[in-house]
């Protein structure tokens, strides 16, 4: 009813490790991935007082011992045939990210680090992409910048969805908080679509409408990115899966 046609589930964001995320559409029972992108972290969320690692230097040191001789969906990240998908919370962060990414040639995003635009200039040096926090009314202008420094900065990015904490509307609210900031429409509405399939690593089957990718789509009453325009009706797999009632 918000205009999702897929979305990517991950693993809980308490682990160093926690497996890979996966990619599925919002009706029809249909799997886009079960493996989309290899979930590691480098937050506080992943570090706890009683358990094994306590700090974000022992927690990097765990990690580069997994990818020293690494198994199953590591290994696939390390050969490069899955992303990783790096949790993150502060700049930091994202900076111990993108160095530890560098020193195992790893690609993929930054995800959760509402302020990774204040090191744009890294984070668009290191080739990763970025997958902003979810966006609410009232959001600090701090974060809003920091998104728009990304969009200016050419830094490739989604809008995330923490779901179902945060309502599916949500999501469309983070490009239309975003470009009222100043962050250009089409690449808020690519963050939305095309840009997000692609971190995914499932472009070749969603997130654009062309020939040859799976036939989901949405019917908007007026532009996406306005809050005042509607979905009038949703596809999936090329089959009607919501219409609004007409009035």
Do not use: M
């Amino acid at each position: 009813r918000q205009g999702i046609t897929s979305l990517v589930l991950t693993p809980s964001p308490q682990s160093l490790a926690g497996g890979a995320s996966a990619a599925v559409k919002t009706a029809g029972r249909s799997i886009v991935t079960r493996e989309a992108q290899v979930c590691l972290g480098f937050s506080s969320q992943n570090l706890s007082f009683n358990r094994f690692p306590t700090s974000h230097t022992g927690g990097i040191a765990e990690l580069d011992r997994l990818f020293e001789k690494p198994v199953g969906t590591l290994e696939k990240c390390k050969q490069g045939d899955l992303p990783a998908l790096f949790e993150v919370s502060t700049p930091s962060d994202v900076l111990r990210a993108i160095d530890f990414a560098k020193r195992h040639k790893l690609k993929g995003a930054l995800a959760g680090a509402g302020w990774a635009g204040e090191v744009a200039t890294a984070v668009k040096n290191s080739g990763l992409a970025v997958v902003t926090p979810t966006l609410t009314p009232g959001e600090d202008r701090r974060t809003l910048r920091a998104i728009v420094a990304l969009g200016a900065a050419d830094v490739p990015f989604g809008f995330g969805l923490e779901a179902p904490a945060s309502h599916a509307a949500t999501l469309r609210l983070s490009a239309a908080l975003c470009v009222r900031e100043g962050l250009a429409r089409d690449k808020a509405w690519r963050a939305l679509t095309s840009e997000a399939a692609r971190i995914a690593g499932v472009e070749k089957r969603v997130g654009s409408i062309e020939q040859g990718l799976d036939a989901d789509f949405v019917l908007w009453s007026g532009d996406p990115t306005e809050l005042s325009s509607a979905v009038s009706a949703v596809y999936v797999d090329g089959k009607r899966v919501y219409a609004a009632e007409e009035r």
